[in-house]
């Protein structure tokens, strides 16, 4: 394996036939009588597929190593149509994710978020280390719905989607406080003179810019600082649904789940804000 002293790679990873290299787990399917094919994010790579051979065995040794949300050093050989992953070995379990369900399918969340909205060798590095603190954070943190959000917003920025929050997006006069507009289509908030020129839009509460705004120029502790009334989470929560399902064109199939979750919990309650450890 060649390596830069720095710890990085050789930009043209592609014409080594055995490469090593760090990643998240995104998801597995089964593929033939004992084999997966495991969608992993890395740091330099992007998101790569790779068969596991004999992973579903009992007795792989593999097998362990490749779960959803698992950070990995993985020995991968490439091949004409499908590369073969050799080797793999935990970094991180992040057993605190995995243990509880609803902290798991939050972190399953954003990994159909990663997958949905990469392509398969484009690096991005911001990314993968974004992808990688959130999901430590979500195995710890009190408030997790806002952890979400600003993942939301933070992964938007990086893959070229991130809304304007502090213009209008149509006329570019600042916005006033009050109540402004927040539409998919136009990328961003309107202001009250300009809705009418998008159909697709939605109320955006002062409070609600205010601590979107928030979210997106700062990192996981902005999250944890926020007090968030259930409205207001509703309201968040929503938005960027909203605007990430319009840019998917499709709904994200993970967030049935996670509603489904809320509506066996009392209300929502222990799963909002500061929800208990």
């Not at 094919?37 to 040794?61: D, E, F, I, N």
């Not at 601590?211 to 929503?238: F, N, Q, W």
């Not at 649904?241 to 509506?263: C, G, P």
Request: one cysteine or more.
């Amino acid at each position: 394996m060649i390596c830069l002293r720095n710890g990085g790679y050789p930009r043209k990873m592609e014409r080594l036939r055995l490469y090593k290299t760090e990643a998240i787990v995104l998801k597995h399917i089964p593929i033939g009588e004992a084999d997966r094919l495991v969608t992993l994010y890395t740091p330099h790579l992007g998101k790569v597929r790779a068969v596991a051979r004999g992973a579903r065995r009992t007795k792989s040794k593999l097998a362990g190593h490749l779960e959803p949300l698992t950070r990995v050093q993985v020995l991968i050989r490439r091949g004409k149509t499908l590369d073969t992953i050799s080797q793999g070995e935990t970094v991180m379990s992040n057993i605190d994710l995995r243990n509880d369900l609803w902290r798991m399918s939050c972190g399953l969340y954003m990994a159909e978020l990663i997958e949905r909205f990469t392509q398969e060798q484009m690096e991005n590095l911001s990314l993968y280390r974004l992808f990688r603190d959130s999901l430590a954070s979500a195995g710890v943190s009190k408030a997790i719905d806002l952890l979400l959000r600003s993942f939301e917003l933070r992964m938007l920025h990086l893959v070229g989607y991130r809304p304007e929050l502090q213009r209008c997006v149509e006329c570019s006069t600042p916005l006033s406080p009050g109540t402004n507009f927040f539409s998919p289509s136009a990328g961003g908030v309107l202001c009250p003179d300009c809705r009418g020129k998008h159909s697709l839009n939605r109320p955006l509460s002062l409070n609600a810019l205010k601590v979107l705004r928030l979210l997106a120029r700062g990192g996981t502790e902005s999250a944890e600082a926020v007090k968030l009334s259930e409205d207001l989470a509703i309201e968040l929560e929503g938005t960027l649904r909203q605007y990430i399902r319009y840019l998917l064109e499709q709904e994200v199939k993970s967030t049935e789940f996670l509603d489904l979750l809320r509506r066996e919990s009392l209300g929502g309650v222990l799963m909002r804000g500061d929800a208990a450890n």
